[in-house]
C-alpha cells in the first residue's frame, strides 16, 4: 500500500499549487480520501475531504473558497488545487485514505509533502 504525495513547493502570497496523491495496493475507490496538513508547532488538522464517487466534500473553513480537492478513481488520484496561498498555508500536506464499514475502519497514510508561502 502506498500514498504519494507531490507538488508541493514553494511560493509567494496569493500563489497557487496542485498538490497529487497517487494510490496504489488497495482498491481506491471504495475509500474516503482527506488532504490534512501540520504546520511548525501546530497540531495535525483537516483540510479537504472527498468521499467515494465524490459524493460528498467538506472543507476547513480556513480553506473554504480557496482550495478545490477533487478525485480521479480512475487514476487512482486525489487532488488538492489550492488558489490564493496565505503565509499560515506553510504546512506539510498528507493524504489520507480511510474504508468505512460498520462501526470499523481502516486507513493508510502518505510522507506527505511540504508547501511553504512566503515573500
Known amino acids: 500500500v502506498q500514498l504519494v504525495e507531490s507538488g508541493g513547493g514553494l511560493v509567494e502570497p496569493g500563489g497557487s499549487l496542485r498538490l497529487s496523491c497517487i494510490a496504489s495496493?488497495?482498491?481506491?475507490?471504495?475509500?474516503?480520501m482527506t488532504w490534512y496538513r501540520q504546520g511548525p508547532g501546530k497540531e495535525r488538522e483537516l483540510v479537504a475531504q472527498?468521499?467515494?464517487?465524490?459524493?460528498?466534500?467538506a472543507y476547513a473553513d480556513s480553506v473554504k473558497g480557496r482550495f478545490t480537492i477533487s478525485r480521479d478513481n480512475a487514476k487512482n488520484t486525489v487532488y488538492l488545487q489550492m488558489n490564493g496561498l496565505k503565509p499560515e498555508d506553510t504546512a506539510a500536506y498528507l493524504c489520507?485514505?480511510?474504508?468505512?464499514?460498520?462501526?470499523?475502519?481502516?486507513?493508510?497514510w502518505g510522507q506527505g509533502t511540504q508547501v511553504t508561502v512566503a515573500s
Open positions: 495496493g488497495f482498491t481506491f475507490r471504495n475509500y474516503v
Open positions: 489520507n485514505a480511510n474504508l468505512y464499514w460498520g462501526a470499523s475502519s481502516r486507513g493508510y
Open positions: 472527498i468521499t467515494k464517487y465524490s459524493a460528498t466534500i
